[in-house]
């Protein structure tokens, strides 16, 4: 697929959840499956990464990107599919096993409040994995290279002693973004590092991103929904809907010849200071739960192109032009403009 | 040094920013109950050297000196300051000794139940699944019993068991044992329901991420940031089980009465208050109230003192 | 020329400190702005610089220990801050719309959406249920909520995100009010949902006649959805003009470092253009200008004195170096 070897290959991914609320009125359908009460998260699908690229996932709330992360980094086995790690399948591996693989991979939160432990003080926050993986190291030998890192991602050592109540959004983030580079990672993966930030701290986490990747030789794999960050700083991009990637390519095709009409859509709705929205176009509806057993495209109900195939048949990733993969039925007879009107949807 | 060390050396630091004892003198109330407190421990501790008198003592007792009234009244004897019992015993010693014995029996019922509570709430909160549902139903089955019948069962089946001598030597182990796995469920279903909620939450995704054992997080992760509603319920446990015991030793189950308690004072001296002997019962039991309620003011101020928002308050 | 709908002078908030020793600091510090008839303002500002609590003050609904320390707010001829609870609570709802941020806590529960909706509009207008729930299926169908009648009977966790922020604008134009005060309305949502719920809450106003106060910490989504702008730093405003002139010749460093900041601004790959530090804490204020240590065009006399906003409407910025009347280096975009 590219000419880099592959540092992470997911292939064929699955995972579905049983919905919450749902048990409470079993006594109404006593006889039914439990198939009509699972979720489907993630439904067949597939992915690439190159060591030292930055592979951005843009998809919206419910589209799985949290669930992916939690099956990328270990937090939860998938049911059916493979995740492998420079060639070697790390999923479904046990505690001990996937130890070694622990220090490899390391995950940036999106909420940076949540993401610290509320009653450890910055400096303990980042000296505890330390001592952890390395207990001959003394005391101060931990603590000395703790605030390198701290130095590292530009936080000044007298805040050290502060609890994570008493820093700013953007210092919080950093420490977790220095918690997660004290083991020495070699890719990191980061749900949304930025939602959760104002304008202008955004712009100093990316630029600390793009420095430790090139510093460190870091891979990422970021998960986000503001467009435009994305755009600064991708290699490729992948965009997700319910479960599945609708399309995959490099960060100049996808936003100058988007193929997907989600694809579109999405670019069309997504915030812009200079440019007006005259034929801003919308996606009614909103993303709606897959169930397990659903045929046909995820988009088939928003999606104005839809016709009789996308009812019946999930389509498949096609490449439609190197190193550029689309699944839909139209493609790749699909309109190459960027702007597409979508159509309101149609209400019963 | 390992991250074990690490975080016991954090926790003095992390204790000291609490800023506990400057809240403390910020809230009267809480203050005066904890200096009270204080006082009563203190006394309690003291006990063997500042009584007067040894209770458990038989040679020290006359019967002639029954029934004699506290020094404000007529006919007191000034030996005996708060007065003498039915049988002779000096009440304030009495008073002294049932005040060690009461708060020997709450602290170590409650940290019995503390940590059965604690281990059995902490793996069935991060575990759930069969561990969850076995230690609930078990907290369940425990709970449908009143723990005082349940108590009282027990000790009164031991005492005819053993025969008196002997459960003279163990009562207090004893009730400390009943009462102590009396409550446990308390502990374990509040911080099974924290536990659940801090489960969810980033910070354990992050250290799993990090590849911590599951041991290690709940220790130094999950339970420091759900351990302040369990030291409330631990105050106010003392409370309890002391208010139990007394209860007990009331009705003649609990402590012996050679071994002064002071709901065994009370429960003895009742049948003299109608002759006037007010004393018996009445200065036992106030002493009683005084521990118990000065043990739930500080509970309760315990309970906002602890909010973590108050860690690292510039003073 | 006709008084404004909302006028706010000068206005000073402080948080009573738990500590019965310390001083309070004031968290707002002088804030002056108008609002005008159907006027739609957007106040942006990041997280610290005091929007929240600017749109709390004015409908006081203060939910810590804040207090209006001085100043006035002006609506519609009233004096807010002079009026006692029970003549401020007519006025909230009924001429006072608030659209909060978090579409899954603004709505009860465990109230139906026909509940709620019904609630709100009976406790201010004296109609029966029917006509009151025939006001509510309007409103419904105007913020475009398909099968109202449906969804009257249903319970907030039974609505997507995007239905939920639409019930809770439709809450908001139930009584029709004449200032709708929305305090980052789309931040919790996706970015379709926040495009639709943005042009359909614009829209709503517009046609409505019903003023707007749009808090958001991202200038790029009100760019087009507002008349004037107003930025916000640490507690004062420091900008204020049209939209498009503020966008396209923003004045103050703050702003265009704003501006700079966005990635669109910059090519991929290349670095962003970062306002260095972040927004001082309530104790670092003083008699300067806030922004001092974080400029790059600071000079002496910011940090001796405080600039002041000119007075007249219009385009203006609070900053020493244009009322000196001199041009920022390399301030044009």
Same mark, same amino acid.
């Given at each position: 697929m590219s000419s880099t070897p592959a540092l992470l290959e997911i292939s064929n991914l699955h995972k579905s959840y049983q919905a919450p609320n749902q048990a409470h009125h079993w006594w109404r359908n006593p006889l039914s499956t439990s198939d009509a009460n699972r979720i489907q998260a993630i439904n067949g699908l597939n992915l690439c990464i190159s060591i030292g690229e930055t592979l951005c996932v843009v998809g919206e709330s419910g589209c799985g990107k949290s669930t992916l992360a939690s099956l990328v980094m270990g937090l939860e086995q998938p049911d059916q599919g493979h995740i492998s790690y420079q060639g070697k399948t790390i999923s479904g591996l046990k505690h001990k096993h996937r130890q070694e693989y622990r220090q490899r991979m390391q995950m940036v939160f999106q909420d940076p409040y949540t993401a610290l432990n509320p009653r450890l003080t910055v400096l303990h926050a980042l000296v505890e994995p330390l001592l952890y993986h390395q207990p001959q190291l003394n005391r101060q030998n931990a603590i000395d290279q703790a605030m390198a890192q701290l130095l590292e991602v530009g936080i000044d050592p007298a805040l050290a002693q502060r609890f994570p109540h008493q820093l700013s959004g953007g210092q919080r983030q950093r420490v977790n973004i220095a918690r997660a580079l004290m083991v020495q990672p070699e890719f990191i993966v980061a749900d949304e590092p930025l939602s959760a930030l104002d304008v202008s701290i955004q712009a100093q986490i990316l630029n600390l991103l793009a420095e430790l990747q090139q510093q460190q030789q870091l891979t990422y794999l970021i998960f986000s929904h503001n467009l435009a960050a994305v755009e600064h700083m991708a290699d490729r991009v992948a965009v997700m809907y319910e479960g599945q990637i609708c399309e995959i390519a490099s960060r100049e095709q996808i936003f100058n010849q988007p193929q997907h009409p989600y694809t579109q859509a999405l670019l069309a709705a997504s915030p812009q200071i200079y440019t007006a929205p005259n034929n801003r176009q919308k996606l009614v509806g909103d993303v709606p739960n897959r169930i397990p057993t659903q045929q046909g495209c995820s988009l088939q109900d928003r999606c104005p192109k839809a016709f009789e195939t996308c009812r019946h048949q999930t389509p498949k990733a096609k490449e439609i032009k190197p190193k550029h993969w689309v699944a839909c039925h139209l493609a790749p007879n699909l309109i190459t403009q960027t702007q597409v009107i979508l159509e309101p949807r149609k209400l019963p | 040094m390992n991250a074990a060390k690490y975080h016991g050396h954090h926790v003095w630091r992390r204790f000291r920013r609490q800023q506990l004892w400057r809240q403390l003198k910020a809230n009267k109330t809480a203050f005066v109950s904890a200096l009270i407190l204080l006082t009563l421990g203190l006394l309690a501790l003291l006990t063997p050297w500042i009584s007067p008198f040894d209770p458990t003592d038989m040679q020290q007792q006359n019967i002639m000196d029954a029934e004699l009234p506290p020094f404000?009244?007529?006919?007191?004897?000034?030996?005996? !300051?708060?007065? $003498?019992?039915?049988?002779?015993?000096?009440?304030?010693? /009495?008073?002294?000794?049932?005040?060690?014995? /009461?708060?020997?029996?709450?602290?170590?019922?409650?940290?019995?139940?503390?940590?059965?509570? $604690?281990?059995?709430?902490?793996?069935?909160?991060?575990?759930?699944?069969?561990?969850?549902? !076995?230690?609930?139903?078990?907290?369940?089955?425990?709970? $449908?019993?009143? /723990?005082?019948?349940?108590?009282?069962?027990?000790?009164?089946? $031991?005492?005819a068991a053993m025969g008196a001598h002997d459960y003279h030597i163990w009562s207090p182990w004893l009730l400390v044992l009943v009462l102590g796995l009396a409550d446990w469920p308390q502990y374990a279903r509040t911080l099974r329901a924290s536990v659940l909620a801090e489960k969810h939450k980033d910070y354990i995704a992050a250290a799993q991420v990090l590849g911590y054992q599951s041991r290690h997080i709940m220790v130094f992760h999950i339970l420091p940031n759900t351990l302040s509603p369990l030291l409330v319920i631990a105050t106010w446990q003392i409370a309890h089980v002391i208010l139990a015991e007394a209860a007990l030793s009331f009705l003649n189950i609990g402590m012996p009465y050679a071994n002064p308690s002071l709901g065994g004072l009370m429960g003895a001296g009742f049948e003299y208050m109608l002759s006037g002997v007010w004393w018996i019962a009445l200065l036992p039991g106030l002493a009683l109230l005084i521990l118990l309620l000065s043990i739930n003011l500080v509970a309760d101020w315990l309970r906002d003192a602890l909010d973590p928002k108050n860690l690292g308050q510039r003073p | 020329m006709t008084s404004p709908l909302l006028k706010v002078t000068d206005l000073h908030v402080n948080f009573i400190s738990r500590w019965p020793n310390e001083p309070s600091v004031d968290v707002l510090r002088g804030v002056c702005f108008e609002l005008n008839r159907g006027e739609r303002v957007a106040l942006v500002g990041e997280s610290g610089a005091g929007k929240s609590l600017l749109a709390t003050s004015i409908i006081q609904l203060f939910d810590s220990s804040a207090r209006i320390r001085q100043g006035e707010v002006v609506f519609e001829g009233q004096q807010l801050t002079q009026l006692n609870p029970k003549q401020l609570r007519k006025i909230r709802g009924r001429r006072i719309g608030m659209v909060f941020q978090d579409p899954m806590t603004n709505l009860n529960p465990s109230l139906t959406l026909e509940q709620q909706l019904l609630e709100c509009i009976l406790s201010h207008r004296r109609i029966s249920r029917a006509e009151a729930r025939l006001v509510a299926l309007h409103k419904l169908r105007q913020v475009h909520i398909p099968a109202p009648e449906a969804r009257l009977q249903q319970y907030p966790h039974q609505l997507s995100a995007g239905q939920r922020q639409r019930a809770t604008i439709a809450m908001a134009l139930a009584l029709e009010p004449t200032l709708i005060i929305a305090d980052e309305p789309t931040s919790a949502l996706d970015v379709t949902m926040q495009a639709e719920v943005m042009s359909l809450l614009t829209h709503l106003c517009h046609s409505n006649g019903v003023a707007l106060l749009w808090i958001t910490h991202d200038l790029s989504l009100v760019a087009h959805a507002s008349d004037r702008c107003l930025i916000m730093y640490a507690g004062q405003i420091v900008e204020q003009g049209p939209t498009t002139a503020l966008i396209n010749d923003a004045q103050h460093p703050y702003t265009q470092g704003l501006i700079k900041a966005l990635p669109q601004m910059s090519k991929p *790959?290349?670095?962003?253009?970062?306002?260095? *530090? +972040?927004?001082?804490?309530?104790?670092?204020? =003083?008699?300067? &200008?806030?922004?001092?240590?974080? &400029?790059?065009?600071?000079?002496?006399? &910011?940090?001796? +004195?405080?600039?002041?906003?000119?007075?007249?409407? *219009?385009?203006?910025?609070? &900053?020493?170096?244009?009322?000196?009347?001199?041009?920022?280096? =390399?301030?044009?975009?």
């Open positions: - | 404000w009244q007529l006919g007191n004897d000034s030996r005996f !300051l708060l007065g $003498t019992d039915g049988l002779g015993r000096d009440l304030l010693s /009495s008073i002294l000794y049932g005040l060690k014995n /009461s708060l020997w029996v709450g602290f170590w019922a409650v940290i019995l139940q503390f940590i059965l509570g $604690t281990s059995l709430g902490l793996c069935a909160g991060y575990f759930g699944g069969w561990a969850d549902r !076995l230690i609930m139903s078990l907290a369940d089955f425990q709970l $449908t019993f009143s /723990s005082l019948m349940l108590a009282i069962l027990v000790l009164a089946i $031991t005492r | *790959g290349q670095s962003l253009f970062q306002i260095p *530090g +972040q927004m001082p804490v309530v104790e670092e204020l =003083g008699h300067h &200008c806030a922004f001092a240590k974080r &400029c790059e065009f600071a000079h002496e006399v &910011c940090w001796q +004195q405080a600039p002041s906003m000119p007075q007249d409407s *219009g385009h203006q910025a609070s &900053c020493h170096l244009l009322t000196a009347s001199q041009t920022l280096a =390399g301030a044009k975009l």
